[in-house]
C-alpha cells in the first residue's frame, strides 16, 4: 500500500507570500471526515472529473478537518493507490491559512486520483469496496463517507455479471449468497455516495432501463445488508477517452428479455418460463399457443430477412447428471426450430444447441452453499435464447459449448 502522510508544516516567510484563499466553504466545527474514493479509472467507464464541485468540496472537507483520505482503484484486483492522514499542526493558524493548505493539499490528491488507474482487464467492484471499508473503519473519524464513482458492472469476484446472469437474480438471494460466503464488506457507519452506476461506454452495450433499475436494487440490497448508508447520484457521465495505458477488459452481454427487431437481432433474447414453458424434464409445451404467440415476432423477422441466421440455445436448471441436462436443453431448443419451420421459416436459417446446466453468463448458480438447489433461480435456468449467428455472443456461446 502506498502510505502519504501530509504534514501541514507552517512557514512564517511562505506564509506572508501565499494569497488568502476565497471561494471554498470551510468546516469550522471540529468534527473531522474521513472520505474515500473508490474509482472506476477502467475501460468501458466514462473518464472521471473529480474536480465537480461536489467531490472536490468532500476532499476539502476532509483536509480542513484534518482528517483522513484514501485512493481504492477498482481493479480486477483492487488497490490503494493513496492514503493520506491530515496531521494537525503543532503551531496555531489562521482560517485564511488553513483554508489556503487545505485547498494546496485537495489539489494534490485530485491530481493523484485523476493519475490512478486499473491495471487489470478485469473489474471487481464489491473487492475494491471491501478495501474502501478498511481504511475507513481505521480512520478516528466522527464523519466516513465513500464516493464511489464506477459502473458497478463486475467481470470478476463474488458479483461477477459475465459470467452469470446476475443481472436477473432477485437481490435478497445475491445477499443471502454473500452472507453466507460472509463476504459482506462492513459498512456499519459509512455513508456511500455512488456516481455512474450502470454507466458504461465504448463497446460495451448499455443497459437497458430495467437493467439498470435491477442493477441499482443489487448494489443496494448489498451495501443496507452490510449496514451502510447509500445514495445513487443519477447524472450522465461524460465519454471522454481516457488514458490509452489502460487494460482491455472483456464486454459483458445485454440479453434482452423483450423483442425490438428493427432489421437486427441486436442482442440475445431470452424466453423463460413466463413465455414459453416446457413439461418438467420434456421437450413439449405446456402451452402450445403460448409458445408460438412468443415466437411468432422472431419468425416473422426470418422470413422477412431470408439471409438472416439464428442460433437457439436452450439451458436447463442444476437438477439430473449434465448429460441428461445437455440432452434435454437441445430438444428444447429443436422443438422451439420445429414451430419456427412449421410457421414458414427455412430450415436452413437455424442452429440449435444445448447447454444443460453448464456455466455461462445465460444461467445464474442455482446451488446453495450446500448444493441444494434454489427453486427461484432453478426456474431462470429453464430457458430458451435467440441469438444472430453471427454476432459476437452467439461465437462465445458455441465457443462454451
Not at 501565499?18 to 466545527?29: A, I, K, Q, R, V
Not at 493558524?93 to 489556503?100: L, V
Not at 473487492?127 to 465513500?146: D, G, H, N, T, Y
Not at 461477477?160 to 437481490?171: A, G, K, Q, T, Y
Request: glycine share 6%; charged share 20%.
Amino acid at each position: 500500500m502506498k502510505r502519504k502522510s501530509i504534514v501541514l508544516v507552517i512557514i512564517m516567510m511562505i506564509a506572508l507570500l501565499m494569497n488568502t484563499l476565497t471561494g471554498c466553504s470551510s468546516n469550522n466545527t471540529a468534527t473531522s471526515s474521513a472520505i474515500s474514493l473508490v474509482l472506476g479509472n477502467h475501460e468501458y467507464f466514462p473518464k472521471i472529473n473529480l474536480r465537480a464541485e461536489s467531490v472536490y468540496q468532500k476532499i476539502y472537507d476532509a483536509v480542513y478537518s484534518y482528517g483522513d483520505c484514501s485512493i481504492v482503484v477498482v481493479d480486477g484486483n483492487p488497490y490503494v493507490a493513496a492514503s493520506y492522514n491530515i496531521t494537525k499542526p503543532d503551531a496555531n493558524i489562521d482560517n485564511a491559512k488553513r483554508k489556503q493548505i487545505s485547498k494546496q493539499n485537495t489539489e494534490q490528491i485530485i491530481a493523484d486520483g485523476s493519475n490512478a488507474f486499473a491495471k487489470t482487464s478485469e473489474i471487481d467492484t464489491l473487492s475494491a469496496i471491501v478495501a474502501s471499508s478498511a481504511l475507513l473503519k481505521s480512520s478516528p473519524a466522527e464523519v466516513k463517507e465513500m464516493l464511489v464513482y464506477d459502473s458497478g458492472f463486475s467481470t470478476t469476484g463474488l458479483l461477477d455479471f459475465s459470467s452469470e446472469n446476475l443481472i436477473e437474480v432477485e437481490p435478497y438471494l445475491i445477499v443471502e449468497r454473500l452472507s453466507e460466503l460472509h463476504a459482506l464488506p462492513e459498512l456499519n457507519g459509512i455513508r456511500i455516495i455512488w456516481t455512474g452506476l450502470g454507466e458504461v461506454c465504448d463497446e460495451q452495450d448499455k443497459l437497458s432501463s430495467t437493467y439498470k433499475y435491477n442493477l441499482k436494487n443489487i448494489w443496494r440490497e448489498v451495501i443496507i445488508a452490510a449496514g451502510g448508508e447509500i445514495e445513487f447520484i443519477d447524472v450522465p457521465l461524460s465519454a471522454t477517452p481516457k488514458s490509452e495505458e489502460l487494460p482491455s477488459c472483456k464486454t459483458i452481454p445485454i440479453i434482452q428479455d423483450t423483442l425490438e427487431l428493427s432489421g437486427n437481432i441486436a442482442k440475445p433474447i431470452k424466453f423463460g418460463e413466463d413465455t414459453i414453458k416446457f413439461l418438467g424434464d420434456q421437450a413439449v409445451y405446456v402451452n402450445a399457443g403460448d409458445a408460438k404467440k412468443a415466437l411468432e415476432p422472431i419468425a416473422t423477422f426470418l422470413k422477412e430477412n431470408a439471409t438472416k441466421r439464428i442460433l437457439i440455445v436452450g439451458t436447463t436448471a442444476s437438477a439430473g447428471k449434465e448429460s441428461s441436462c445437455l440432452s434435454l436443453s437441445l430438444n428444447r431448443a429443436n422443438t422451439c426450430k420445429k414451430t419456427l419451420i412449421e410457421m414458414g421459416v427455412m430450415e436452413c436459417q437455424i442452429e440449435t444447441l444445448g447447454l444443460g446446466r453448464k456455466v455461462c453468463f445465460l444461467r445464474v448458480n442455482d446451488l446453495d452453499v450446500n448444493g441444494k438447489l434454489i427453486q427461484s433461480l432453478a426456474s431462470q435456468n429453464r430457458a430458451v435464447y435467440i441469438f444472430d449467428l453471427d454476432s459476437e455472443e452467439a461465437k462465445q456461446v458455441i465457443k462454451i459449448s
